[in-house]
């Protein structure tokens, strides 16, 4: 099991700047991907960016160059820089991390675990 725990949501204004950490317990050792997903008011969650246990990362939407998503291994915690914020980032973001777990010789299954959300709203 692993429990995430976001934090570093706010109310900002267009143009400004957050950092939202997230916190990682339980049994870690097996998670291969972390990210970072947006939820609008009456929309579906979206990725907004991942980065694996090598380092890789991606922000597959309109994230990229405004967000910055890092992590700290000593601190097992999980970050995401936004920069330049939009009324439209306006939402909730959860903290996503995605584990490896061993079925069978050779065989792995993933699984999803997510934090609670930290709101994060973007004043026009």
């Known amino acids: 099991q692993v429990q995430l725990m976001e934090s570093g949501g706010d109310l900002v204004q267009s143009g400004g700047s957050l950092k939202l950490s997230c916190v990682a317990t339980g049994n870690f050792q097996n998670i291969a991907k972390m990210g970072w997903y947006h939820q609008a008011p009456g929309k579906q969650r979206e990725l907004v960016a991942s980065i694996t246990r090598e380092g890789w990362t991606s922000y597959p939407g309109s994230a990229k160059g405004r967000f910055t998503i890092s992590k700290d291994g000593a601190k097992n915690a999980l970050y995401l820089q936004m920069n330049s914020l939009k009324p439209e980032d306006t939402g909730v973001y959860y903290c996503?991390?995605?584990?490896?777990?061993?079925?069978?010789?050779?065989?792995?299954?993933?699984?999803?675990?997510w934090g609670q959300g930290t709101q994060v709203t973007v004043s026009s």
């Open positions: 996503n991390a995605v584990a490896m777990l061993f079925v069978r010789a050779g065989q792995f299954e993933p699984t999803d675990y």
